[in-house]
């Protein structure tokens, strides 16, 4: 096929699933809402949700404007005469900053309307998915997935046509940089904004609701009890969603700008620019399919359901690009690494599986220690945060070396080979979100089933198919860590290929003082983003907390129950401090960079992305598999054992659990799209770094 | 000056500051003892200390003995043909290896027989400064840091005499590698080990004595209390010292072997390998002169004392290597390295005091947030100790580029620069070392005045002294980490040395996949080292903890305070449980570089080193300095602050320091010594890596 065919083949099936998610959206919309009682609460989570969304808008399209202005403004400034003494060869033209700021305002702009898509679904589903279980475990499951489903295909769909669409109008994929970049920026904000929102709220409803007030978990007479449900959606429906569109994006991006090294002197140079969106359409495809088997059977496992899902896709994505390189005559090693891609992604699935399941040694010993008070359950568990980062590091190196040499030894660049293997792994991306969205879904439904008094039977129901929501989770998160950390490597390798087509070719030499400089200062990057956020959580839950006291104390027949709480103040004030926090870990995520590259040069600016990339996959997976081991000791108590709810076991594994959010919801998934922003600033702004750098003069 | 005369001025010196050590250690064991109920309690210590150095050195033994053997092996393997045909140029000859086998032993046995003089005086000069602050402040400040001296006069004594004596005999200094790699495997005993012993005694002590059987501090009644007590000598008296012993031999030892590559050329080609000894010598000489300002006047600060000690010596000697380089008209950018890195060093030193002083913000705000419950006091020290690591590694890159470019500017090479920068922060050594074994020897005068009640004045002068060691203990540590940091990176680019040597030139692009498969692979060990010794220290508290309710509930008399505990039996749990717990790290240090550099090649393996110089800086840092942020947070508390002793704010406060504990006493500072042991490794074998690499194979 013509390389334009090609690209109208993504299209259409960028269409396809665009329109798929639109109709799961109505079928979704249409299901029964239940009674008075249910949709008051609802109404409520869909209010929160809706303030915080504006508020979201509204930022992004002040941050866009700006750094969209920016961005032409800076691109002019290659017409400067310094810049042109230095006669890059492939400097840009004006007119590209403006296709490159355009791009930006669109790549935020599909972001935005596929997480819009899945929220304002996700917060209708989750009542209906409540009083589907009224009916069976069955119905509400697939409402609950279904909808989660909305999500993944509208992000999949609105990232495949807007960089086909760039790419068929400009033919440079350095362009869609600033399609990407766009995408970062909302992941930004919705990602760490999201993080933070959640987990003040979470943090702060339960220090005052269940431990100075008494009252349980998901009670109305808590005033921060919808902004904690809110705080689920906004987590892990928008963030996520944004944070894994924002991967999707910069994977296909990295491995077509390496794509025009590998195609410049063969027959058809655009071919291996053209091909990661060929594996993207066709991992649609295979997500097409594999949603039909995300199927509860009478009396079956909703966990196993969605994993099974999740591997069936896997199994069709790998049949269906066999088939296509083979039926193309297209080259094996780009087959082997997107494969080799896949299947170890998978591996590392189950490996952090292992530090996070119950039924494991690492949870039950980190809640055995429980016994021995809190500081002993926070060291236990860092411990073994620490130590699960061996496995999937092992994979991840794995995974690099078999998709370089692979690709090499068919001839090709073998960067390219690990570009192809983070697109191959994202290429299912639609099953993993709808997996993932699935569960704040049912967590959902569960507090709205809690809260208007289903009955224990519709509460018990949803409770199943939450806990079956965290199973799914180890393995999607696995897997989402594991192609993050091959984007950015791909993107790290981008970086060097526009140098290189700007006649730079980059000399990232440990030796050299300038990359090793670059690279501690980037190493400290991400520790410290984290530090940041994790900060603002603590900062804004003692803004929450303050607010729930002084509504119980103005209001003393809010916990008689006589009185209604005001929700939306604890809201708006999760919502601003989310946002309003942002402002200096977006200054590292962008203006670092930046100071780095004119102050040592682009060497150094290499050194200072793999230095982040180095700390920052370290700690994205310490923290998620801390989180998540501190979140299951406790449950393992919770469940009866090492005596039970409300035992000194059980306070210290609750401190525990509760360090454990920032680092799993907060810190520890931000640390990627803080990459991913860096890595495409750098690309972005390579020329004009590359003519004003101070090192210019130094060398 | 010939080479020869400048090696007899730093073996002469080397002589005169051992003989120095050994008349203090005369003189403080001359001091008075006093009365019998004090002599019994430092009798148990004293019983303690000689039952945990009797394990430690016989395991060093065995140590020592196999690993010996094991080097001398390796290195005839280089006479096996396959070796031969690789015609590596500067391939070893088998007397070389029984040369570097011996160099080895001699390395552990000086640093081995410094830290038996220090840890013996110690645990005498203990009660001695007791019994001295009956009759005032001053006398007793000046057993305790002569006490401390002895340490450190002894440390820099045999380290040199071993060096120079070696290359006297050899003039080759990679067989000095040997030697370090000797000091090496003592630190890694004696400080991780040191560290796992001293943390499992505190916190063991402190959950039964001060939790359970609400006994005070320090208790004569406590079954741990002299494992507690004798773990402060163990751990920052003998791991201290023999930790800064190896980094003192490890950046002279770096910088010699980037010594051979500057003076290849020269007139003088030894010059610049004498060099650094001759730093070193210098250093020794400030150091005599700077301990006599030591001192405390009448109503003087014992902490305003130590601290102008060491910025004295650091003036001295600054002055005379500026007056050696000026009159021997040697190369001026090597003066400039030498002073860059040890203004910068102290500059660290008060940025490290920002981050951990009850008197600024971030110990503040630890403080403050306690009020909020332990996981808030948790997280907010994670994110204060993880910010702190900025103003360090700022420091340690401007240090880097300093050192490096001024060097260059003079036109020799700059990584020589960075190696002799390091040699210059680490030849005040002496002066660092005595001030910081002041600290756990008037730390344990306070428990022995307690326990042997002298009464409320010496009890109140004893802790006028510990936090005098507690003050200068921020910029020392600054100190030390900034000068192990620079070390790593010297010892990092003598191993490309040695491979130039070798005639193979080390090519460490980051864009080569074994490079980065190297770094992220390097980058893991460091954490995955630190998490490993935090759970040998919950593991081993678990059992103690066991151990002191078992002897409580066998003799109801200790509490009445009828009964003596069996203190040996504490003793014996944590020295044991200490030493055994090693057997994986240390496979880490040094079996994982081998597997490394034989699976990946000898590029990758210089990745390696760099990944774990890349995070282990980050993760020392934010240890050490988490630890001592949530120290004095607890401190801050105690002092009457946000409710003080006993309220809830500081039971939240004891969480923080508890999990505190083994971040900064056992896995933040042992992993320098971590990076030391596999920098060596690497370059002890790089001749039989290069030759027998299965890299070799896939090129």
């Known amino acids: 096929m013509s390389i334009d065919m090609w690209l109208f083949f993504a299209i259409g099936l960028g269409v396809v699933s665009l329109g798929f998610a639109l109709y799961l959206y109505a079928w979704v919309n249409r299901q029964d809402a239940g009674g008075a009682r249910g949709q008051q609460i609802a109404g409520y989570i869909q209010d929160g949700a809706r303030a915080y969304l504006a508020k979201l808008y509204g930022t992004l399209a002040v941050l866009v404007v700006v750094l969209g202005v920016l961005i032409a403004l800076i691109f002019s400034l290659d017409m400067l005469e310094s810049v042109k003494a230095h006669q890059l060869v492939g400097c840009k033209k004006p007119l590209e900053g403006v296709w490159t700021a355009l791009a930006f305002v669109a790549g935020s702009a599909c972001s935005g309307l596929a997480g819009y898509l899945g929220m304002s679904i996700a917060v209708r589903a989750n009542l209906r998915a409540a009083v589907a279980a009224k009916v069976g475990l069955n119905p509400a499951f697939k409402v609950a997935f279904y909808a989660g489903a909305v999500l993944g295909m509208a992000m999949v769909g609105t990232a495949v046509i807007g960089i086909s669409v760039i790419y068929l109008f400009t033919r440079d994929p350095e362009i869609i940089l600033g399609f990407s970049l766009g995408a970062s920026a909302m992941a930004l904000l919705a990602k760490a904004g999201g993080g933070i929102f959640t987990k003040t709220a979470d943090i702060a409803a339960d220090l005052v609701g269940k431990v100075e007030a008494g009252i349980p978990e998901d009670d109305p007479r808590n005033p921060a009890v919808i902004a904690d449900n809110v705080g689920d959606n906004v987590g892990d429906v928008a963030g996520m969603g944004a944070d894994i569109f924002d991967s999707y994006v910069a994977s296909a991006v990295a491995a077509m700008i390496l794509g025009v090294g590998v195609g410049r002197d063969t027959a058809n140079p655009e071919f291996y620019v053209v091909f990661p969106l060929v594996l993207c359409a066709v991992g649609m495809l295979a997500s097409f399919i594999g949603i039909q088997f995300v199927r509860v059977g009478k009396n079956g496992k909703p966990g196993a359901a969605l994993n099974s899902g999740t591997v069936i896709t896997c199994v069709i994505f790998g049949v269906l690009a066999t088939l296509l390189v083979l039926a193309g ?196 990057c991400p520790p410290v983003f984290s530090a940041l956020l994790m900060l603002a959580v603590t900062k804004n839950a003692f803004l929450m907390i303050e607010e729930i006291r002084a509504q119980f104390r103005a209001k003393p027949g809010i916990l008689k129950g006589t009185e209604i709480p005001d929700y939306a103040r604890c809201v708006s004030i999760a919502s601003a401090g989310a946002l309003s926090s942002l402002a200096l870990p977006a200054v590292i995520a962008v203006i670092i960079p930046l100071a780095v590259g004119l102050l040592l040069g682009t060497d150094a600016l290499g050194g200072f992305l793999g230095g982040s990339i180095f700390t920052g996959v370290i700690f994205a997976m310490f923290m998620s598999n801390a989180g998540g081991l501190w979140d299951n000791g406790k449950k393992f108590i919770e469940a009866g054992h090492h005596g039970g709810p409300g035992s000194d076991a059980h306070k210290a594994a609750v401190v525990g659990d509760t360090v454990g959010d920032p680092f799993k919801d907060t810190a520890g998934p931000s640390i990627n799209t803080l990459i991913t922003v860096m890595s495409l600033v750098s690309s972005l702004f390579a020329p004009v770094i590359a003519a004003l750098s101070l090192a210019n003069f130094i060398k």
């Open 329 to 524: 005559g297209y080259n094996l090693g780009v087959l082997i690494a997107t494969i080799s891609g896949l299947v170890i992604a998978v591996l590392i699935g189950f490996c952090t599986d292992y530090f996070t399941n119950d039924e494991r040694r690492p949870v039950q010993q980190v809640a055995a220690m429980s016994k021995s008070g809190s500081a002993i359950t926070i060291i236990t568990g860092l411990s073994y945060g620490l130590i699960s980062v061996v496995p999937s590091m092992i994979g991840i190196v794995i995974a690099t070396l078999v998709s370089y040499f692979s690709a090499e030894a068919f001839g090709i660049s073998g960067i390219y080979g690990i570009g192809i293997a983070a697109v191959g792994m994202l290429s299912i991306t639609s099953v993993i979100v709808s997996a993932d969205a699935y569960g704040p879904i049912v967590d959902n439904a569960k507090g709205i089933a809690e809260m208007s008094n289903m009955g224990h039977e519709v509460v018990e129901r949803c409770d199943t198919l939450d806990s079956a929501g965290n199973t799914a989770k180890a393995i999607t998160k696995g897997f989402a860590i594991s192609a993050a950390a091959l984007t950015v490597l791909a993107l790290f390798a981008a970086y060097g290929e526009v140098l290189q087509g700007l006649g730079l070719p980059l000399k990232m030499d440990l030796q050299s003082p300038l990359v090793l400089g670059g690279v501690l200062l980037g190493a400290t």
